[in-house]
């Protein structure tokens, strides 16, 4: 799983769609809970983009 970090400074939409993806696989396809699940982030506009996908998937 590689993520382009070319030209991101404080978000990675690319980063973002992908822990989105994994968080979704980890609820649907491993049973794991949603109590269970942390994602971090130390930049603002990244928790956006992680939010926003997250919102996507779940909705």
């Given at each position: 799983m590689g993520v382009n970090h070319q030209g991101c400074s404080q978000e990675a939409e690319?980063?973002?769609r992908l822990l989105a993806d994994i968080a979704a696989?980890?609820?649907?396809?491993?049973?794991?809970?949603?109590e269970q699940i942390a994602i971090l982030s130390p930049h603002r506009a990244?928790?956006?983009?992680?939010v926003g996908c997250l919102a996507h998937h779940f909705g």
């Open positions: 690319g980063e973002a696989r980890l609820l649907h396809d491993y049973g794991v809970g949603a990244q928790n956006n983009a992680i």
